[in-house]
């Protein structure tokens, strides 16, 4: 048996020996799990995943490697991949470069061979907790001394948002989009462009004088990475725009309106992350099976103004928000679809832009 390189440690003290691969370097990053049992690139390269190390339920990952077509950001910022065993060999006609070669070329360590299950029970029994990934020689003491004085870092939007506006243009297109970039993810616009969206993507701090130049005819609040109180002005920017143009958020965009509306948002004890969520729609009485990503929720007991209009049927938390005479709804849940499909959401957007031109 070959000697372990890297090691885990959590805030509780516990710790697990493995191997490392990605970047060979010390991370400190709030711990969480994923229960996706594909989607490993997307997850990667979500900028919802910014400082978090992503416990991998499923225990294969790596076997069909990494597709050009298939990242979420141009840049993935995730914190620390945490997998039961890692495949170097991927077998995939699509496959462009290995999980190992991405995550070393964006300086991202991970660690391999550790009891998944295990730390994945501890988690969801403890709740999300601050980790060290370090080497496998570094004293225990060390690690939690590290571990105990390092605080999480609250400028993760600013960080992964554009920097300068950009757009996402189709031919023909019948509307024009804002997109405040919170850690927008590609696919969200990837849909846009297919119900003649074209999007122009500005920074999360962007004021209202310079979303209106633009003249869109909707604005979306995009998903992203943290928490919510941390970015203010994205909400203080909800509350200026409600009212004049449709919103609609995602994910991180959906906590910022639910606080511009006066809602309450709380941080959950482990939250959802994974593709096999199911979600209420009240408005339909469907079921839908949804992709999730989010550590905060917003409050049952001081939602504002806002109408819930779909529930988690596993905590029964808030999945969905909605105020009508604003023309403002938002989901926690991942909007994209299949290939070649779209999502009733935006086509619910494209349908509350259309009315807004009749006006």
């Known amino acids: 048996m070959k000697a372990y390189t ?15 691969f990605g970047a060979d370097r010390e991370a400190i990053n709030e711990i969480v799990f994923n229960t996706s049992v594909v989607g490993y690139q997307e997850i990667m390269s979500d900028p919802s995943y910014t400082d978090q190390a992503v416990v991998m339920t499923y ?8 597709a050009d077509e298939d ?32 995550l070393e070329e964006y300086n991202i360590p991970a660690i391999e061979g550790i009891d998944t299950r295990a730390l994945t ?33 609250k400028d993760s939007v600013a960080r992964v948002s554009c920097k300068k506006r950009w757009m996402s243009r189709v031919p023909n297109h019948t509307y024009d989009v804002v997109a405040i970039d919170c850690g927008i993810r590609n696919n969200i616009i990837r849909q846009l462009n297919k119900v003649g969206c074209n999007v122009t993507v500005v920074p999360y701090n962007a004021t209202l004088e310079e979303v209106m130049a633009f ?19 994205v909400a203080e920017l909800v509350k200026q725009l409600r009212g004049r143009l449709p919103i609609f958020g995602v994910g991180l965009g959906m906590e910022l309106i639910a606080l511009a509306y006066g809602a309450q948002v709380d941080k959950m004890k482990v939250g959802h992350r994974g593709s096999n969520h199911p979600v209420m729609n009240h408005a339909t009485g469907l079921l839908e099976i949804a992709v999730q990503n989010h550590g905060y929720v917003v409050s049952p007991e001081a939602c504002g103004m806002l109408k819930v209009t779909h529930t988690n049927l596993l905590d029964r938390t808030i999945e969905g928000v909605e105020c009508r005479f604003d023309r403002v709804f ?29 006006a």
Do not use: W
Not at 6 to 20: A, C, M, N, Q, T
Not at 59 to 66: A, D, E, H, R, V
């Open 59 to 66: 225990p294969l990952i790596g076997n069909y490697g990494m």
């Open 330 to 358: 938002a989901v926690q849940f991942d909007p994209t679809a299949a290939e070649g499909e779209c999502h009733d959401l935006f086509k619910k957007f494209v349908k509350l832009m259309e009315e807004g031109r009749d």
């Open 6 to 20: 890297k090691k885990l440690v959590l805030e509780s003290g516990r710790e697990f020996y493995g191997y490392g």
């Open 215 to 233: 003249h869109p005819d909707g604005v979306v609040i995009s998903n992203g990475p943290g928490n919510p109180a941390d970015v203010e002005s």
């Open 71 to 102: 990242y979420e950001t141009k840049t993935p910022t995730l914190g620390a991949m945490i997998v039961r065993e890692y495949n170097d060999l991927p077998s995939n006609f699509r496959y462009t470069r290995t999980l190992n070669e991405v």
């Open 121 to 153: 029970r501890i988690i969801r029994d403890e709740g999300t907790q601050k980790a060290i990934l370090t080497d496998a020689s570094t004293p225990t003491e060390e690690a939690l001394a590290r571990l105990n004085a390092y605080e999480l870092p």
